[in-house]
């Protein structure tokens, strides 16, 4: 049986930047229940899978995790460079199925499988310089080319289905989804508020079309507003009409490795 470990998983990632701080990511799983606040945050750093030397975790921790939540809303607390591709759908269509509102911060990387994750919540949160990456679906395999063939077209089946979970959340085509995940794209808070992935991304200020995540009114925005009233307010035998005054923004606001898994 062949194995790897998480620096071999890493050295699959295209873009070798930020190895050194994804392979720095404390591992920990930690689980809090608020019967107060009928809430269950969940931290989730580190590789995503079961592995043999025991510092990672898989979807039947997050499963024994939710059951004990009931009801509860759920904050997840993310960073992670990935893992096993199909424990991030497990975890993901886990997350989905539960019946509280999910609402995912990532605290610094969500990457590969973890990015599966990302897309369970109903709120994604990107913390101020966090990053989140998608990219192809990767295994080693060892063989006859007819062994490598069949691992090719179950590698083509699994993005496909990866890129269905993306689309619930993306703002573009998919096709645009396909030629992000073929080139391995890593995407700022800013970027992933654009495309759609995240619903909120502190810190980050209007850009165009962008929503502001911030709702308090800056003093600007107030000075307008009292104006307009003021104007709006005059007497009938004004004159002159008041300037028009543009619309504030408005916010609307988530060892060693088997290498039969599927890795991201």
Not at 178 to 203: H, Q
């Amino acid at each position: 049986m062949i194995n790897m470990n998480k620096e071999d998983f890493l050295k699959m990632f295209k873009n070798q930047s930020y190895i050194e701080q994804l392979k720095d990511i404390p591992q920990k799983f930690n689980v809090v229940h608020n019967e107060e606040t009928k809430t269950t945050d969940i931290t989730i750093y580190g590789v995503i899978g079961t592995s043999w030397w025991s510092d990672s975790f898989s979807a039947t921790d997050m499963d024994n995790a939710l059951n004990e939540a009931g009801d509860n809303d759920i904050k997840v607390h993310l960073n992670s460079p990935g893992g096993d591709a199909f424990m991030g759908i497990a975890i993901y269509n886990r997350l989905k199925r539960h019946k509280g509102k999910v609402s995912i911060y990532i605290d610094g990387w969500a990457c590969s499988a973890a990015s599966v994750i990302a897309m369970a919540a109903d709120e994604l949160i990107m913390g101020l310089g966090s990053m989140l990456m998608i990219h192809e679906a990767s295994n080693i395999v060892w063989g006859s080319k007819a062994d490598m063939r069949k691992e090719a077209d179950i590698l083509d089946e699994l993005e496909e289905g990866i890129i269905d979970i993306y689309m619930t959340k993306a703002k573009v085509t998919r096709e645009e989804i396909r030629e992000k995940v073929d080139s391995e794209t890593w995407f700022s808070a800013r970027k992933a508020l654009e495309i759609g992935f995240a619903s909120m991304a502190e810190g980050v200020e209007p850009d165009g079309d962008n929503i502001v995540t911030n709702s308090v009114m800056d003093d600007q925005e107030k000075r307008q507003i009292i104006n307009e009233l003021k104007s709006t307010l005059k007497p009938n035998t004004q004159s002159q009409e008041p300037s028009p005054v543009p619309a504030a923004a408005v916010n609307n606001g988530k060892g060693s490795f088997n290498l039969l898994k599927k890795w991201r």
